[in-house]
């Protein structure tokens, strides 16, 4: 009996210390189920069993239970560590705590939707029906289609293929259609960065300046520029892994004002000693974009009257967190023809309907490889200078985000890519797919 007893108490003490452990986790989890949710119901106006069913049915998200409640969406985990998001006008669904006002920020960027009448690209009509000699449309087609099998291991969901600023492919599954909004992930990142080029295009910034934070100016921080923040080699603390209670987790799904969490980072070492690559980095950018602003409803309309309502990117939503900061490292949605346009304009290097948004060789800055990087990295968007697609154009650059969310852009092929889904490599094979489109271009 004493031995049964001792094997009960020995067993309730490692239950007291998982739960101990792991209890933390459930905010993260709760977090994350109710965010999603939220955001796929009133951005996307996704079915709710299609997101709990996908989007949710993953490792740890899919013990939450999740329900959508008159503005937003709320969750917890057997009853535990409920959490609530909400939704705003314009400005995107976000986590709350109990200090959330809904009064404090009474704001709405002001969109500007025009209707030209023109075909995709330059307008919201369909596209021109166009056969071009030198593509093999039957490879074409199987590339695409073989984007789709094997479809609970590759997780396809869209795929798009311009040529020439034509669309010469596209196809979407169930749920999905070409006015879907998908949530880019990281690829609003590179949305991000594109609003400093903007900005460096009409000499307002220096790139090469120090960041004008206060809290840096007294210590090794000061000599840290916009350069090495586009570029994630600050040389600042930081870690991203979305696999435990990290870095960026924390900042995703705890944190009110995430424009904080990298600037509060100590440095590890001098700028451009390592390549990190951070999503506090991008946020701490959105911070600093709104100090170049002399209102908040400045900020909020800057990058819809600067870029996405200026080509036309009517469906994309930037959503803010609850201090009203848009979170630029992560929560970009745009459909998969506007986020086409964004390539697009890579594409014909800041070139626009007649409009020049960025300077030329503002792209020749943003595919520079950084250093450290192995040649995967330049300036908030990511590169394959040193072959990483070994059957892909090394001038291939790309908008990345999680799951396989991507913006490939091939400027010697005149090719935009993009694919959105909820896989990426190995169960997504990006050589493979890209490879087999090439060679319907003969």
């Known amino acids: 009996m004493k031995s049964v007893k001792r094997i009960l108490l020995i067993l309730l003490v490692i239950l007291a ?76 669904c976000v986590l709350i705590n109990d200090d959330y006002d809904p009064n404090r920020y009474d704001f709405t960027p002001k969109r500007t939707h025009k209707e030209t009448g023109l075909p995709f690209p330059y307008g919201n009509n369909e596209p021109k029906d166009t056969l071009f000699a030198n593509v ?20 396809t969901r869209t795929v798009l293929v311009a040529y020439k600023n034509h669309i010469v492919s596209e196809k979407y ?36 300046q120090p960041t004008p934070i206060a809290s840096w100016q007294d210590d090794e921080r ?52 390592i390549w ?6 991008s946020n701490l950018l959105s911070g600093i974009l709104r100090g170049y602003f002399d209102t908040h409803q400045e900020y909020l309309d800057f990058p819809y009257t600067a870029l996405i309502d200026k080509i036309g990117m009517y469906s994309m939503l930037i959503e803010a967190d609850m201090e009203g900061n848009y979170v630029g490292s992560s929560y ?34 943003i595919t520079k490889p950084t250093l450290h990087s192995d040649g995967t990295y330049g300036a908030h968007f990511w590169l394959n200078a040193e072959g ?22 091939i400027p010697s092929k005149d090719l935009v890519v993009v694919r959105t889904g909820l896989a990426e490599s190995p169960e997504f094979d990006v050589n493979h797919f890209l490879s087999e489109i090439i060679k319907a271009l003969n």
């Open 17 to 92: 210390v998982l739960a101990y452990i792991n209890y933390p986790k459930l905010n993260i989890i709760s977090g994350f189920a109710a965010k999603s949710m939220a955001s796929n119901q009133f951005i996307a106006h996704r079915d709710l069993e299609a997101v709990k069913a996908n989007d949710l049915n993953v490792p740890l998200i899919k013990l939450a239970d999740v329900e959508v409640i008159e503005d937003g969406a709320a969750a917890a985990v057997y009853g535990l560590m409920e959490r609530d998001a909400i939704c705003r006008d314009g400005m995107g």
């Open 136 to 155: 093999d449309y039957q490879q074409l087609q199987k590339a695409v289609d073989g984007a789709f099998a094997n479809a609970g291991i590759q997780k």
């Open 173 to 208: 599954i169930d749920g999905f259609t070409k006015e879907t909004p998908i949530l880019g992930w990281s690829m609003t990142k590179s949305i991000l960065a594109t609003l400093y080029g903007i900005l460096e295009f009409e000499g307002k910034i220096d790139l090469n």
């Open 222 to 273: 000061k000599d840290i520029t916009l350069n090495h923040l586009l570029r994630m080699q600050s040389g600042l603390a930081w870690d991203e892994d979305y696999s435990s209670i990290s870095d960026v987790t924390r900042m995703l799904f705890l944190d009110a004002d995430m424009t904080l969490a990298q600037e509060e980072k100590e440095a590890l070492a001098p700028p451009t000693e």
């Open 276 to 281: 990190n690559y951070s999503s506090g980095t």
């Open 332 to 365: 970009g949605w745009a459909s998969t023809r506007d986020w086409a346009k964004f390539g697009l304009l890579y594409l014909n290097k800041g070139r626009w309907n007649g409009d020049q948004l960025f300077d030329a060789r503002w792209v020749d800055y």
């Open 388 to 409: 990483k697609f070994p059957d892909v154009p090394k001038d291939l650059y790309s908008a990345n985000g999680y799951q396989g969310q991507y913006v490939f852009i």
